[in-house]
């Protein structure tokens, strides 16, 4: 990989074959969207509110050959990804590529649906739901891929479930990123012990200036760092998907590999190898996270056998 050069142009044409995109109506999901289509992919854009998603759509054009469909999932409720699933079992014979790319930050405290904390179940657990309700629909696809993305601030966390402190919002972020890294590796270490032919790929955008900093209760100190530190500080969305575009369509990704940004700190610049913390790819970690989302989800990979 070439740290100065790799870009969106470097795709290859992708006539054939789907892609499934979560968060796709919007910042890096919608980037990504846009470049995977403009090489010929058809692209599942898996988004919360569907009318956004249609607007979203809509702005990628017409030109010969493209290809996308817009259908609603909400990572933070379960029974929403298994509506997902089914949907995509009864339309689609195999997904090429799942990319793990939705997410919300630091929101105040909530509860999913089924009573998991909500960046936790919208940010991890929906996404391994999704995962393995698609998981037979990959294994018919060609070059099948899993990229998750996770967040330089995997680096900073707490265990997601070792943190008992008083609720933060930053720090429930940086758990559900460090739950992200430690799935996408022990992914990749469970298909590896299974003779899978899926890679786990993982990536992070650095600092990108994205919606993902301001939600609807952002206020105070965050809003005033996000306003002025998005447009001094962060790259543009195009430049932050080029890791996780890297990790979906690149011949020369490896699996279990984490692609970042090449700058200082890893904030900026163009994909590179990264990698992950020592909590992320601690085996215990990884069987605990996997057990304990399994309870949670209530899905199974069951063409896999239990790892170690």
Do not use: C
Request: aromatic share 6%; glycine share 10%; net charge positive.
């Amino acid at each position: 990989m070439n740290a100065d050069r790799w870009t969106a142009d470097r795709i290859p044409y992708l006539s054939g074959r789907t892609f499934v995109v979560t968060g796709a109506s919007s910042g890096l999901g919608l980037v990504t969207t846009r470049a995977l289509v403009a090489r010929g992919a058809h692209v599942v854009m898996a988004v919360r509110d569907e009318a956004k998603g249609r607007a979203a759509a809509a702005s990628l054009g017409a030109a010969p050959g493209t290809s996308w469909e817009v259908l609603r999932i909400d990572l933070a409720d379960l029974d929403s990804v298994r509506e997902f699933a089914d949907r995509m079992h009864a339309s689609h014979r195999r997904v090429d590529v799942l990319i793990n790319n939705a997410g919300t930050m630091a929101t105040p405290y909530a509860l999913s649906p089924q009573g998991h904390e909500l960046q936790l179940a919208t940010n991890h657990l929906g996404h391994f739901a999704l995962t393995g309700l698609l998981f037979d629909l990959l294994l018919a696809g060609r070059d099948p891929r899993v990229v998750t993305v996770t967040s330089v601030n995997h680096r900073r966390a707490r265990l997601p479930f070792d943190d008992t402190r008083r609720y933060s919002p930053m720090g429930a972020y940086n758990s559900s990123k460090l739950a992200n890294a430690i799935f996408g590796w022990e992914l990749h270490r469970r298909f590896s012990d299974a003779g899978s032919p899926v890679r786990s790929i993982l990536a992070h955008p650095g600092y990108t200036a994205t919606n993902l900093q301001f939600s609807a209760t952002t206020k105070g100190w965050r809003l005033v760092l996000g306003r002025l530190g998005n447009p001094l500080l962060a790259q543009p969305a195009d430049r932050g998907a080029l890791p996780q575009l890297f990790a979906a369509t690149d011949a020369s990704a490896r699996p279990g590999q984490l692609v970042v940004p090449g700058g200082p700190g890893e904030l900026r610049g163009y994909p590179v190898p990264g990698k992950l913390s020592r909590a992320a790819t601690d085996p215990e970690n990884g069987r605990r996270l996997w057990k304990l989302s399994e309870q949670a989800t209530g899905v199974r990979f069951e063409a896999l056998r239990p790892s170690r």
